[in-house]
């Protein structure tokens, strides 16, 4: 995921139950445990690498951030990201108070991330086990040349674990 901002901790877990959003019945949001309509749900982050602001040296403007999930609700990554005030790049729907952000952006990559119509999220692997034979099953594959191509485009500043 590419997400706004550098994330609290270079590596956490985010365990929050998700629900139905009070306003917008197509949205979830973090809610209380205690409402009927909440799920257990828990994600598991670490930062991969950092964009730095060009115009605000010292901060981040972004980050590259593999999610691992322990549990598999509607949205979770974006819920949860947007919850600890980093939302997916692209995410009109739950990001869409850093939309002005693009512009902050070095001059380059700005018409490339325009195109970019969705969601930075992208799943590089994914498991399960197989409901028949119990056998795990993996999937593996590398980002959408759009991803990928936004990706190349950035200057990442690589940050150690």
Not at 7 to 16: E, F, H, K, S, V
Not at 18 to 33: C, E, F, M
Not at 44 to 61: I, N, Q, S, W
Not at 78 to 107: C, Q, S, W
């Amino acid at each position: 995921a590419l997400v706004w901002g550098a994330l609290p901790r270079m590596a956490g877990t985010i365990d929050a139950p998700l629900g139905r959003h009070t306003s917008n019945r197509l949205q979830k949001a973090v809610v209380d445990a205690d409402r009927p309509d909440a799920k257990h749900a828990v994600t598991h982050y670490a930062v991969k690498e950092r964009l730095v602001d060009p115009d605000k040296p010292g901060e981040f403007l972004m980050s590259m951030v593999e999610c691992r999930l322990e549990t598999g609700r509607t949205h979770q990554i974006r819920v949860h990201m947007t919850h600890i005030g980093n939302p997916l790049l692209g995410d009109r729907e739950y990001g869409k108070h850093f939309a002005n952000k693009v512009a902050r952006l070095p001059k380059p990559v700005q018409p490339e991330f325009e195109a970019f119509n969705r969601q930075a999220l992208h799943a590089h692997t994914l498991g399960f086990r197989h409901p028949t034979t119990g056998e795990t099953c993996t999937f593996s594959a590398a980002p959408p040349a759009d991803m990928g191509g936004l990706i190349e485009l950035l200057k990442w500043s690589v940050v150690g674990s």
